[in-house]
């Protein structure tokens, strides 16, 4: 069991997403502790913006050393605290660790410029400009529940790389998970002071965090209405979004049905569909529909359905709340008219991998982004159609294209809006130095590696003048 050890007067316990164990608790800050833990990253992020570059990486490949070297004892607490299966859990601490250190050698190829007067036509060859980049100051990296280590250790990493000192607030599940995280960062010899661990309810002392005067950028992750929110509050301070999504997977009359099947099915319910990136829509030819459906289905009887310590693929959800929500977009889908091809059942928080067939463009379940294991197929006559029902959700995160045609999925690409597309594959995120954003209410900004430590960042110029 953990605790988190710092001076507070209240905490709360965290238990098990199956409820059966009490994992330990988190501490609850109030206001004055939280402007406390911010006042002191940012007079320690003065001493460690002077910290030679090379330094910093060693500290960050220290850090994933250290984590890679608990990488089973860290993925024990994600499986229980957040229900992923052991081997994924153990799997988002290795992946972790490799982002680290991908990070801290990027961060040492990232330079300014130089720049001549005389290049601009009216220019000057007697004035030179030197482009630096410096930190931002202190950056509040706000993570998710569904990915613990990984997600906020993406935000972490950059900032740190960059210059920035970190106040840092985990989901209350999953905050146990960024801990350990976070005491592994503690033993480099990185100031202590530099990161800043904040845990509490958002309710509480989430708008302080956003509003308050020494936070100079705020990254987060999370639901789109926490996000918009978010951006409203941020005064003339960068914000990078990484919101909700409803990725369709678009399957042409010549796509490669197995092929197809096989990554919508993956796409779709790893993780019990709890990503951004999850398939959650079929559109589908209705030439090849009735094939593709049955092919689907197959695949998801086959899936294993159980608890995280089963190392099932589809297991409980994050809480009560979820699973309610997931169960009304069934319900509301049937009493309309779907078709239920599999699944529709649950016990407490698990909901067994559900396949929705003949979705109509007036159910919930088209529209709304379940963050579960339910997938609609909603027929469609043409090309066209596929495109515009797939632009017409207010999400754009990604799309799958899959055609056995490469000039078709190009153009059938560039029409749709979304950050993302991906052809004959599921959607997902990564590999991590690749861009990751999102169009309409899916985010905002980009990220990946190298872009996330520039977006913690601001130019400065020097202009030489001989």
């Known amino acids: 069991m953990l605790t988190i050890s710092v001076t507070v007067t209240k905490e709360k316990e965290v238990y098990s997403v199956t409820g059966n164990e009490e994992l330990g608790s988190f501490p609850l800050y109030s206001q004055e502790e939280v402007d406390h833990s911010i006042q002191k990253a940012n007079q320690a992020q003065k001493k460690w913006a002077k910290t030679e570059v090379y330094k910093r990486a060693d500290i960050l490949h220290d850090w994933a050393d250290r984590l890679a070297a608990k990488k089973e004892q860290i993925g024990e607490m994600i499986s229980k605290e957040v229900g992923k299966n052991r081997s994924s859990a153990v799997k988002e601490v290795v992946r972790t660790a490799d982002l680290i250190r991908y990070t801290a050698e990027e961060g040492c190829r990232i330079h300014g410029d130089m720049l001549r007067g005389d290049s601009f036509r009216g220019g ?19 993570s998710p529940f569904n990915y613990p280590v990984n997600l906020a250790a993406s935000k972490i990493a950059p900032a740190l790389m960059a210059g920035n000192a970190v106040v840092f607030k985990p989901a209350s599940q999953g905050a146990l998970s960024g801990q350990l995280m976070i005491e592994a960062l503690l033993e480099t010899e990185l100031h202590h002071d530099t990161v800043q661990c904040i845990t509490g309810k958002g309710s509480e002392i989430g708008d302080f965090l956003v509003t308050h005067p020494q936070v100079s950028m705020i990254t987060f992750t999370g639901s789109t209405a926490t996000g918009q929110s978010i951006s409203k509050k941020a005064n003339m301070i960068p914000v990078v979004l990484e919101l909700g999504g409803k990725d369709p997977a678009i399957v042409l009359d010549d796509a490669d049905l197995d ?79 779907a078709e239920l091809v599999t699944g529709n059942k649950r016990e407490g928080n698990l909901i067994y991998p559900t396949l929705l067939d003949h979705v109509l463009p007036h159910m919930k379940v088209a529209w709304e982004e379940p963050f579960g294991p339910v997938l609609p197929i909603i027929r469609v006559q043409d090309e066209a159609d596929l495109v515009s029902i797939a632009n017409e959700s207010d999400y754009g995160l990604q799309a799958s294209v899959f055609t056995a045609n490469v000039q078709k999925a190009m153009d059938i ?54």
């Open 124 to 142: 000057s060859s007697k004035k030179m400009a030197m482009v630096e980049r410096e930190p931002l100051g202190v950056v509040l990296a706000i």
């Open 259 to 337: 092929l197809a099947a096989d990554q919508i099915v993956s796409g779709a319910f790893s993780y019990s569909g709890q990503r951004c990136t999850a398939i959650k829509r079929v559109l589908v030819d209705e030439k090849v529909a009735d094939k593709l459906s049955e092919k689907i289905a197959q695949k998801v009887d086959g899936l294993t359905v159980g608890n995280p310590e089963d190392d099932a693929v589809v297991t409980p959800l994050i809480d009560p709340n979820a699973a309610d929500f997931v169960q009304g977009l069934i319900d509301d889908a049937l009493q309309n008219g």
């Open 413 to 466: 690409g560039a029409k749709l809006n979304v950050g993302s597309v991906q052809y004959n594959a599921k959607t997902e995120r990564g590999p991590d130095h690749f861009p990751f954003l999102g169009a309409k209410n899916s985010g905002l900004g980009s990220q990946g590696i190298r872009r996330s430590i520039e977006s913690m960042t601001r130019d400065k110029l020097f202009v030489l003048n001989m």
